[in-house]
C-alpha cells in the first residue's frame, strides 16, 4: 500500500500532506493522554515491530503479496492517536532509509495506512468490544475482525485519493474493484497477525493492552473442591502474575522478536508484487511512476549497499531499520510523555490560599 511519487498528482498530494500533518499534530496532543510510564516504552517497540513485519510480504493470490499495515495493531495496543504515530514513524523511516513510499506522496501514505485504518479499526474494536463479553477472547476477537477490516477501507481511500488526482487515466470502477478484492485477501492475513499479536501481550501483560483496560483476570478460590470468583476489592489495575510484571522483559522480547523477523525471517518473504503494486501494473497506474528522491540510499529496497549476498545484505537493512525505529519512535514518545508530565507538574496545579 506504499504509494510511490507519480500516482497521485501534486494538488492532491499537498492537500493529503496537510491532513496527515493536522491528523499528526492532534495525535502529539491526543497521544498525551494514553501514555504514561508504563506504555511510553511499549509505544516505540510497536512501531519497530510493524517496521519488521512489514517485511514479511505473504502471499495472497497468483503473483500477489500482502503485508501488515499496522493501523489497527498500534491503536489496539497503545491506543489511537499513539497508534497514528507509530505507523507516521515508520513510513516516514520507510520513505527516507529504504525508498519505500515515495516522499511527496508521504502525506498520502500517512492519510491512507496511518490515519484510515486506524480510525476504521479503534472505531469498529471499541464497537465490537462494547457488545461482546468483557473478555480477553473478546478483545482478539474484535482485534481480528477490526483489522480485517481497515485493510480494505485503507484500499478503498487510495481509489478515493487516485479518482481525484490520479496521473494516469483509467476507470475508477476497475481501480476500486481490483483494489478491493486483493486487499480483502490481504486484511484476512493483517486480522491473523494483529489477534495474534494482541492475544500474546494480553496473556502476559492485559494491563498493557490499550483496548483491554477495563478488563480484569479475576483470583480464583477454591471452595468446598470447586474453583469459585474470590471477591472483586480493587477497581485498579488488572491482576496478573507477579512475574509478569516486568515491562523490561516484555520490551526486550518484543525487541529480539523483531530483529530476528526483519533480521532473518525477512529472507524468507514472498518475491511477489504486494497489492498496490500489481493492480497499479495491470491496470496501467504506475505509467507514470518517478524515480525516488532517495533511491541513492544505501540502505534503498531493504540491502545495504556494496553487500552482495541477499540474505546478509537484506538481513542488515532490516535490523538496522528496526534499530532505527525504535530508537527515533522511543524519542517521540518519550517526548510526549515529558509534555505530559510538565503539563501536569505539581507548578501547574498549585493553588494559593
Known sequence: MHVPDGFIDAPTSAVAGVVAAGAVAVSLRGARRELDERTAPLAGLVAAFIFAVQMLNFPVAAGTSGHLLGGALAAILVGPYTGVLCVSVVLLMQGILFADGGLTALGVNITDMAIVTTVVA?????????????TRRSVTVASFVAALVSVPAAALAFTFLYWIGGTTDVAIGKVATAMIGVHVLIGIGEAAITALTVGAVIAVRPDLVHGARGLRQR?????????????????????????ARSRRGLWITGLVA??????????????????????AADQ???????????????????????????????????VIGVGVTVVAGSAVFWAVRRRRTDDTSPADTDVSV
Open 219 to 243: 483470583l480464583k478460590l477454591r471452595v468446598d473442591g470447586e474453583l469459585v470468583d474470590a471477591p472483586d476489592t480493587s477497581d485498579s489495575e488488572p491482576a496478573v502474575p507477579a512475574a
Open 258 to 279: 523483531s530483529l530476528v523477523l526483519a533480521g532473518f525471517v525477512s529472507f524468507f518473504a514472498s518475491a511477489d508484487p504486494d497489492g498496490l503494486e500489481k493492480v
Open 122 to 134: 479503534y472505531a469498529l474494536f471499541r464497537g465490537l468490544v462494547k457488545v461482546l463479553p468483557r
Open 284 to 318: 496501467g497506474i504506475d505509467r507514470k511512476t518517478e524515480e525516488h528522491a532517495s533511491a541513492d540510499s544505501p540502505l534503498a529496497d531493504y540491502g545495504v549497499e556494496d553487500i552482495t549476498d541477499a540474505r546478509l545484505s537484506g538481513g542488515l537493512a532490516g
